[in-house]
């Protein structure tokens, strides 16, 4: 095959650093999201959707063909974290957690998925994110250790 083709699709999910609440703002946190957004569209992986609550972030987005994941949510991570440094001294220590979990998305179930992230907020008003994180990495069968999924 002469061109490279590919379409997968990756939700991403990571915390603030010890899930500090820190982005509570909605206002704050939806300049986030756009910013993460601008982040993955310059990597060449096009987010469908961005959401979350004050102590994480989900993002929904169709993964480069030539980028690795590590890659592109490492510099999402970076790039952001120097970004909100420059909206106040409240900011000033933001971190996200080191780790991230990753979950491949079948093209039937894009819309599941965005329709789960665009509802955060209800979500969480019954649950924790390590409940929620927990409950994706056994329904995607990823076997963790509990001491070093947290920081």
């Known amino acids: 095959m ?6 997968v699709y990756v ?16 206002a704050i946190r939806r300049e986030m999201h756009a910013y993460l957004a601008s ?5 060449e992986s096009p987010a469908l959707l961005v959401g979350g609550v004050g102590d994480h972030a989900h993002i929904l987005c169709r993964l480069s ?3 690795t994941l590590a890659k592109i949510v ?3 991570k970076r790039s952001s974290s120097k970004w909100i440094k420059t909206k106040g001294g409240q900011y000033a ?8 979990g990753a979950f491949s998305v079948s093209y039937s179930q894009v819309a599941a998925v965005r329709e789960y992230i ?11 994110f390590q409940d929620e994180l927990r409950a994706l990495l056994v329904k995607h069968q ?10």
């Not at 220590?93 to 991230?100: E, H, V």
């Not at 665009?118 to 924790?128: P, S, V």
């Open 2 to 7: 002469a061109q490279s083709l590919a379409q």
């Open 65 to 67: 063909r030539t980028a």
């Open 11 to 26: 939700h991403i999910v990571f915390s603030t650093k010890h899930r500090r609440n820190i982005l509570a703002d909605a």
């Open 118 to 128: 665009a509802h955060q907020e209800q979500h969480h008003q019954r649950m924790t």
């Open 39 to 43: 982040i993955l569209k310059a990597l």
């Open 93 to 100: 220590g933001f971190q996200w957690q080191n780790g991230y």
């Open 142 to 151: 990823i076997e963790f250790d509990e001491q070093y999924v947290w920081d």
């Open 74 to 76: 490492g510099e999402a």
